[in-house]
């Protein structure tokens, strides 16, 4: 069984080539906003997410994408976070690692650190190979 990703990005073209790229190797769900993040993390419970902290209603602010975080965390304390942003300042890195985030990668990614980040988070006890 392939772990679970949930990728919260309210951009549709970052979301599809997340998608394509983790697809073969993980079971990826996605949302773009807060109320299906919050549903679709609570259903699917998912190994892995990923996470834009830029996400509507205050999308010039990182305050959803960090409520997100703190409802995964709080909610699913295994689930491993990989928060993904154009929002790259110290500040916003140490938030979100205080609150819990297990990686930190910034836009636009490379595909490969996006793979090898992943493989870092997967559970262990599966064979991504």
């Given at each position: 069984?392939k772990p679970r990703?949930l990728?919260?990005d309210d951009?549709?073209?970052?979301?599809q080539?997340m998608?394509?790229?983790?697809?073969d190797?993980?079971?990826?769900?996605?949302?773009?906003?807060l109320p299906s993040?919050?549903?679709r993390?609570?259903v699917?419970?998912p190994a892995i997410?990923?996470l834009?902290l830029?996400?509507?209603?205050?999308?010039s602010s990182p305050?959803?994408?960090?409520r997100?975080?703190?409802?995964?965390?709080g909610?699913?304390?295994?689930t491993k976070?990989?928060?993904m942003?154009?929002?790259?300042?110290?500040n916003?890195?140490?938030?979100?690692?205080?609150q819990?985030a297990?990686?930190f990668l910034?836009?636009?990614?490379d595909t490969?650190?996006?793979i090898a980040?992943?493989?870092?988070?997967?559970?262990?006890?599966?064979?991504?190979a």
């Open positions: 069984m990703v990728i919260v951009d549709e073209a970052i979301t080539q998608f394509w790229t983790l697809n190797d993980y079971d990826v769900i996605t949302a773009n906003d993040a919050v549903r993390a609570t699917y419970e997410s990923i834009d830029h996400l509507p209603p205050e999308s305050e959803v994408g960090l997100i975080l703190e409802y995964i965390k909610h699913l304390p295994r976070v990989l928060v942003t154009s929002a790259n300042s110290d916003v890195r140490e938030e979100c690692f205080a819990g297990d990686e910034n836009k636009p990614f490969e650190l996006l980040i992943m493989r870092r988070l997967a559970p262990h006890s599966l064979d991504l």
